[in-house]
């Protein structure tokens, strides 16, 4: 019996910690679904709650202010990237190092994604705060150096290679983010085909230099001689 009593609060906190998990899940695809559809001023605190079926007081549970409600989305999309990232560790290499096209492709799935346009709404939404807008921009350069470059620099072999990799993936994610606006200009899926392919062409073989050794890059040449032979 003593068992038992012991128990039923350790479920039950547990059941509370799953309910939490799932509330706060809910108000962070709610206020992304209002960020895209009524921008930044009309993702209300109020209207938030309303769409995502709980009352203003469980939203100030989990959010205090509406500016913590827009770093839960932020840090909601920055472990989204991280977990992706994570997951590519392996499909993104070959053996020829960096496979641009499949790590285009991969960023394209998050920053392509229509709800990315929340982070924007976010961004550009908070310019006539001063303040809380220098809070948002350093947190999107924090996500860049704490995700983004350890990722990168694991995939360079050489440590003198390192922060051209970053710059070079860096301009990958400004020309990936610039093209995810055009998707407001009513472009179709072949305009997006033909200009994310022609990224990876343009870094691939520089991601190649810089990822793989001298040795393995000369092995494919010497490879081939043989098969001739």
């Known amino acids: 019996m003593n068992g038992s009593i012991l128990l039923m609060p350790l479920s039950a906190r547990r059941s509370h910690a799953d309910r939490s998990s799932e509330t706060r899940a809910l108000l962070i695809q709610a206020t992304v679904e209002l960020?895209?559809?009524?921008?930044?001023a009309g993702a209300t605190t109020a209207r938030v709650a309303a769409q995502a079926g709980v009352t203003t007081g469980a939203l100030h549970h989990h959010f205090a202010t509406k500016g913590d409600l827009m770093f839960g989305v932020l840090h909601h999309a920055s472990e989204q990237l991280r977990s992706r990232?994570?997951?590519?560790?392996e499909v993104a290499q070959d053996s020829h190092g960096i496979?641009?096209?499949?790590l285009v492709a991969?960023?394209?799935?998050?920053?392509?994604?229509p709800s990315y346009w929340a982070i924007?709404?976010?961004?550009?939404?908070?310019?006539?705060d001063e303040a809380f807008h220098r809070r948002v921009v350093a947190d999107r350069v924090n996500t860049v150096h704490g995700i983004v470059h350890p990722w990168v620099e694991?995939?360079?072999l050489s440590d003198h290679r390192k922060p051209e990799a970053v710059a070079l993936f860096e301009f990958m994610l400004v020309a990936i983010r610039g093209l995810s606006l055009e998707r407001f200009l009513d472009k179709d899926a072949t305009y997006f085909e033909k200009n994310l392919g022609l990224l990876a062409e343009t870094v691939?073989?520089?991601?190649?230099?810089?990822?793989?050794?001298?040795?393995?890059?000369?092995?494919?040449?010497?490879?081939?001689?043989?098969?001739?032979?």
């Open 35 to 40: 960020l895209r559809s009524a921008g930044y």
């Open 85 to 89: 990232l994570e997951r590519q560790e």
């Open 99 to 102: 496979n641009a096209a499949q």
């Open 106 to 113: 991969h960023l394209w799935e998050v920053y392509g994604d």
């Open 120 to 128: 924007w709404e976010i961004i550009i939404g908070t310019r006539s």
């Open 154 to 156: 694991r995939q360079v």
């Open 204 to 229: 691939g073989q520089r991601f190649e230099q810089l990822t793989t050794s001298p040795e393995s890059r000369g092995a494919k040449p010497a490879q081939a001689r043989r098969a001739k032979a």
